[in-house]
């Protein structure tokens, strides 16, 4: 049980004396809920489209999610739910109850830049969920996703004041960036870096360990404070990239997707008229740009392009299995009709795998496309843990069905999403399909009106800016009860809206990125360039998937809604406009170390990406002095995994050096002689030669054993999380040649790393030599 503190200036309650005997003792008051207060159970799924779940179509019901379809049969389904086209965003709107350019998040944080709307920053003074809860008297946890900590601040010594136990959580199990393998994640226990309970060789899934960390932890709060309620946030890796799923699982779906997505699409949209998820005279759209027919494929790219669908249905039905042994539990203890259980995707579906699909998806980050033949030949890896796929931008618009365009644009394929809401002690008209116009910014002012708990002046004795979301309360006890608000707008890389009272104004911004991602001919592209972009403007309380548009028609109203736009977006910090994408990797920003050209290390360490040395294209070198007995294998030093990086290894008594380029080609030697016992100096070095491209030379006691010719490097992003590790490979492996974990046996004494005019290797006669610019 917490308790109050003692109001600063207020009376002691008690009575001091000389002596105990004549003193009363006094305890400050303990934090307790509201009488009657449920529990709470969020539950984020991560690029969901709106018709992919069962009760919102299951494409035409060929995706099986029973567990998700009980919920909404017991409970709600809105279908007129919105939230930002990106995730951190999201995240953060739905957490703090504001819009996410208010709090600094107009993207996800790994492109912050220097402007508030951007800067990733969260302020104190708009408090989120879990603080909020936990000052009345709830037990606090998250799991999974969190991408809501400054990219630079994601280290092992933080800091940590934006982390999830700082934010109001009183325990975290998780991942801290965007996205992580299913199957070897980066995790993180509270502020301490862990390693998986075991292998994907051992049947070990991310899903499944979440789930099984919360059930274990709300055992484990009922043990101790049984008449305390819980906020549970579980936020799924599921359905962001890379699609992983067992194989099994993905079997199940073999041949369900033949038909192609021009029919399915079809079917799908007459099963949510059915289903009552979309108006009864809801249009299907044309197909977005950069969508092909899909008998215009031939026999073989069919089949790439079936098999990713397989690999994401697969996934979706684990992760709804997932989902109902959590739900199981909470019902077996009874908990299930007192607790408020919503269920919400954070974006549409994502069209970041292009026109054909990706592998790896670190493919489109690095905006280099993939070979549809060499997906081919590698399609039985598809969903294991040798890939890190994305399907194709056709089945994201087949998966958005009805509505137009994908994660990141602003039309409601971005920004529509399935919300299911469970609270059986609270809803009158389980299976209802309500119509009431929500967003994000809505879920922390309804569950404190829930849960009966005031909106707060101070938190943690900060003073609290208003909430811009509203309580969706009597939309969730009555029918008829009112939508949450009159005005939204929206915004993400230039993409733009404004919805007001059943009317919307969109437009669509086409910059080099957007046309990249969705397969549009790149010469459309006008950067920078927003007087180009054609407003348009729907009235979506009768035109559900955006079909007719009636900009030429209503010029005046168009007008006045493009200037509520821009009124909506100087209140709320989203200019200036930025349309730039995966290159604001390379922004200027703080960083969690200050740029230097020389790193040293004396013990063993793990980084992350955004603290590690920045080795992008440049020349740089590694230097290890390690003491080395006969059997004693591992990475030296390692940097990033199989989808970009480089690994300095002892394997079979010699020195390796490998380089892996975007999970498609790795450049890897040995020495040919053995190591001999005692201690050593082995490194190498990276010449750059050309754009992301050089020669490798390794050392071994100041002797060149080991060069590799015309090295390729990723050009933008090494990997999505795995930086630097000294002393080991243990999330993911770089190389082929060895499985993760790979610790080093010996003793690394020493490592240096030295950037341009500092690469350095040690000389045979002990001088230091300098590499060849």
Known sequence: MSYETYPAGSPYPGEVAPTVQESRPAWPAPRTAPDGA?????????????????????????????????????????????????????????????????????????????????????????????????????????????????????????????????????????????????????????????????????????????????????????????????????????????HHAPREWIERYRGCFDEGWDVIRRETLERQIELGVVPPDTRLADHNDGIRPWDSFSAQEQRVLCRQMETFAGFLAHTDHQIGRLVEMLRERGDLDDTVLAVVADNGASAEGGPHGLFHELSYFNRSPEDIAEMDRRLDEWGGPTSHPHYAAGWAETGNTPNRWYKTTCHEGGTRVPLIVHWPAGIADPGAVRQQYGHAIDLLPTLLDLADIQVPQTVAGVEQRPFDGASLRTAITEASGEPSRSVQYFECFGHRAVWRDGWKAVALHVSSTHAFRVGMDPALAHDGDYDRDMWELYRVDEDFSETRDLAAEEPELLRELVDLWWSEAERNQVLPLDDRGSVRFNEPRPQATLPREVYTYSSRVMLGRSSSPDLRNRTFSVTAEIDWEPGQEGAVVSYGNFAGGFSLFVLDDRLHVAFAYLGRQEFAAADEVPLSPGRHVMGFAFERTDDHVGTVRAFLDGEERVRLEQVRTNPILWSAGQGLQVGGDSISSVSRAYRSPFDFRGDVRSVRIGLDEQATVPGDDGRILAVQQ
């Open 38 to 242: 449920p529990n709470v159970v969020t539950i984020v799924l991560d690029d969901l489209g709106y018709a992919q779940i069962g009760c919102f179509g299951g494409l035409g019901g060929r995706i099986e999610t029973p567990h998700l379809d009980r919920l909404a049969a017991e409970g709600l389904r809105f279908r007129n739910f919105h939230v930002t086209p990106l995730c951190s965003p999201t995240r953060a709107a739905l957490l703090t109850g504001r819009n996410a350019h208010a709090v600094g998040v107009g993207s996800i944080m790994e492109y912050a830049t220097g402007f508030p709307g951007y800067n990733t920053m969260i302020p104190d003074e708009t408090a989120m969920t879990p603080a909020i809860l936990r000052e009345h008297g709830y037990s606090t946890m998250a799991l999974g996703k969190w991408h809501l900590t400054p990219d630079a601040e994601n280290g092992p010594w933080g800091p940590f004041d934006r982390w999830p136990l700082a934010k109001g959580f009183d325990r975290f199990y998780g991942f801290l960036p965007g996205e992580t393998s299913q199957w070897a994640p980066e995790l993180w226990r509270d502020h301490h870096r862990v390693e998986a309970p075991a292998g994907p060789e051992d049947g070990y899934h991310l899903s499944a360990d979440l789930v099984d960390t919360a059930c274990s932890w709300i055992d484990e709060q009922n043990a101790v404070t049984p008449d305390k309620p819980y906020y549970l946030y579980l936020a799924f890796g599921a359905m962001h990239a890379p």
